[in-house]
């Protein structure tokens, strides 16, 4: 079945340094969407993109999805301590049944 | 400001117990998932419905998980009899379908279910 990897699992970042979290799926996908969960909190939709080669910011937040529509990636330039939780990718196979997939996470901690 | 409401937020119970998580999804939303997370797995799809009928459970234990949707604004997700394993945080999330681009999910606080 369709499946959605994240790397890094884990990532310590000095306050000010950059942040990078990579997203691919073994399957093609329709579209791929990102979330936020704070520690002890639920996941919260950031944004969703649709198109091969789409480049959407939020802000700090830099969001890529891939040509080939199997690979996403979240970048935050000059990380805060608010930026500090776990972030999730989420894919949609390409049949749209609305099944949403999401990746393992990946956790930021940000050290003031 | 309309949302997922789940119940119980916190739950301890003795292995063997039976546990019933409710989920209230946002109203006009066609889409409702149950996921499972731990620290091991992650967020794990359980279960997900659409227009109140199931589409996948897959990823649910049918030996002892169940997954309804009586009505359009109750999801309920079963365990009996619950096992340590099964202590985790239960996301329910709903969403709106619409056309081929799949739709954003809004998730409940979790209920955070422990079993002794």
């Known amino acids: 079945g369709q499946q959605v990897m994240q790397i890094p699992q884990y990532q310590h970042v000095q306050e000010g340094e950059d942040f990078t979290t990579y997203c691919n799926s073994s399957?093609?996908?329709?579209?791929i969407q990102w979330y936020k969960q704070r520690p002890g909190g639920h996941p919260v939709f950031l944004i969703q993109?649709?198109?091969?080669?789409e480049v959407k910011k939020q802000k700090r937040l830099t969001f890529q999805f891939g040509e080939a529509k199997k690979n996403s990636s979240l970048h935050i330039t000059a990380t805060q301590t608010t930026d500090v939780g776990t972030y999730f990718c989420?894919?949609?196979?390409?049949?749209?049944?609305?099944?949403?997939?999401f990746g393992q996470g990946t956790t930021l901690q940000v050290k003031p | 400001d309309a949302r997922v409401t789940q119940t119980p937020r916190h739950k301890v119970t003795e292995m063997g117990q039976e546990v019933t998580m409710r989920c209230q999804p946002i109203?006009?939303?066609?889409?409702v998932f149950w996921y499972r997370q731990t620290m091991m797995q992650g967020l794990e799809l359980l279960a997900y419905?659409?227009?109140?009928?199931?589409?996948?459970d897959s990823g649910m234990p049918k030996d002892r998980f169940s997954a309804e949707m009586p009505d359009a604004t109750l999801a309920t997700l079963k365990i009996q009899p619950s096992e340590p394993r099964d202590s985790a945080v239960y996301f329910c999330?709903?969403?709106?379908?619409?056309?081929?681009?799949?739709?954003?999910?809004?998730f409940g606080e979790g209920s955070w279910l422990t079993v002794v």
């Open positions: 109203l006009g939303h066609n889409t």
């Open positions: 399957t093609t996908l329709s579209n």
């Open positions: 989420a894919g949609h196979g390409s049949s749209n049944t609305g099944k949403l997939i």
């Open positions: 999330a709903s969403g709106l379908v619409q056309g081929a681009f799949g739709n954003t999910i809004y």
């Open positions: 419905f659409r227009n109140r009928a199931p589409l996948d």
């Open positions: 993109l649709v198109k091969s080669g």
